[in-house]
């Protein structure tokens, strides 16, 4: 698949000329003490702080893109797959230094799933043993948000969800995307 | 591409150092949210006026786009005529300050081998397939006196730039705005998104970079 290596490449160029970079433990500490406290401020009800991850990653995806589209310089995506393969290799990279893997498509073209190998939001974290949080919290939920954010500004409404995560003790750390729409031109058909 | 073939030295010069004049950010809905000078003196125009200006040219805009001509695929290999001519699309209109000649972009062909009404192009028979590129709209428009280069990012954010129409590189001007826009205005925390920018880091590091480019 040269596409595939060629936006591997991409992400790879701009990671090491465009992008400043951050002590790693700064953004793991900071991440994790926002997850502990909204775990705290929510009383355990870790289906909201979900929420609340998502909803405060959707807030920085918006964000985000400009940012990646700024830096990247990269076109318009022709198909699902070729956005996928962007999340991965470019968004990615460019912003944790990872590249999770793009698997599991569904026949349509509408499905796919990323495989965190590495995951720096989780380095050093250990859940809550209060026997609901392995169940419940989706502790790098906020990526989830970012996606959902991104894209949609660049005209894709998706849907993303973990399925599965290292830190719950599953044996991969998996995120679930979907596509739900392209959003069409806002403009009225008539309006010409 | 405009080339100048009769610029003097002395018209080099002179553009060299007032080659950027304004520039005005309009958001996706066609709204106002940024406009700056960037030489002092530059008669300004009312407010009201910028912002009937961005507002008339989010529908200039959004008319180019639809008025790109609109390829069946079947033609295009068969009907050479109708493609040569549409990709020349322009159109004419006069402003108090001239000609100017709007330069609609290259139009995007259907790709859809399955529409069945390809060879009766209307607008109900043939869209843009999503997400492949999209007509573009309206690039640059120029006269005797400035250019004004319009760059829509793909969230629909468009940054008009004013120069001088001798100017080169304007891309790589827009490019670094663009950028400069990312940085200081989007990770601004306390910028809601899509109102109007009053980011005075955004301010200093715009006017600083274009200084330093002269």
């Not at chain 1, 433990?25 to 991440?31: D, F, R, W």
């Not at chain 2, 400035?146 to 940054?159: A, E, I, N, V, Y």
């Amino acid at each position: 698949m040269s596409s595939t290596t060629k936006t591997a490449r991409i992400g790879e160029e701009l990671w090491k000329t465009r992008v400043d970079k951050v002590n790693a433990e700064l953004v793991t500490l900071t991440y994790g003490t926002i997850v502990a406290q909204l775990c705290h401020d929510y009383d355990g009800d870790y289906t909201e702080v979900n929420k609340q991850l998502d909803k405060m990653g959707y807030n920085i995806g918006l964000r985000l893109i400009e940012d990646f589209l700024a830096r990247s310089n990269v076109g318009r995506c022709a198909n699902f797959r070729e956005t996928a393969d962007m999340v991965a290799k470019v968004g990615f990279k460019m912003f944790l230094n990872i590249s999770p893997t793009v698997t599991n498509w569904t026949s349509d073209n509408n499905q796919f799933s990323l495989i965190f190998e590495e995951n720096p939001l989780a380095d050093f974290v250990e859940l809550p043993d209060d026997g609901r949080a392995q169940d419940e919290l989706w502790f790098s939920n906020i990526l989830c948000g970012v996606l959902r954010g991104a894209l949609e500004m660049v005209q894709m409404q998706i849907d993303a969800h973990f399925v599965s995560d290292v830190l719950r003790g599953d044996d991969t750390t998996e995120m679930r995307v979907s596509l739900v729409r392209y959003i069409e031109d806002e403009m009225p058909p008539d309006e010409e | 591409m405009y080339v100048s073939n009769c610029s003097t030295s002395l018209r080099a010069q002179t553009n060299k150092t007032r080659a950027v004049y304004s520039l005005i950010i309009i958001n996706k809905a066609g709204g106002l949210v940024y406009q700056r000078e960037f030489h002092s003196g530059l008669h300004k125009l009312s407010t009201n006026d910028y912002l009937v200006l961005a507002g008339t040219f989010h529908g200039v805009h959004a008319i180019t786009r639809s008025i790109t001509p609109r390829l069946p695929l079947a033609s295009t290999t068969t009907n050479p005529t109708t493609a040569s001519h549409s990709t020349t699309a322009s159109l004419s209109l006069t402003s108090p300050s001239g000609t100017t000649t709007p330069t609609a972009s290259t139009p995007t062909a259907s790709n859809n081998p399955n529409n069945p009404a390809a060879n009766t192009p209307s607008s109900s028979a043939y869209s843009y397939p999503i997400p492949s590129v999209p007509a573009s709209g309206l690039e640059f428009l120029e006269t005797d006196k400035f250019r004004l280069t319009c760059f829509q990012t793909q969230t629909g954010t468009k940054f008009l730039l004013f120069t001088d129409p001798f100017m080169a590189n304007i891309d790589v001007v827009m490019k670094k705005i663009y950028e400069l826009y990312a940085d200081f205005v989007m990770k601004n925390p306390f910028y809601q998104l899509e109102m109007p920018v009053r980011c005075e880091a955004f301010d200093r590091h715009l006017g600083s970079w274009l200084r330093g480019r002269i």
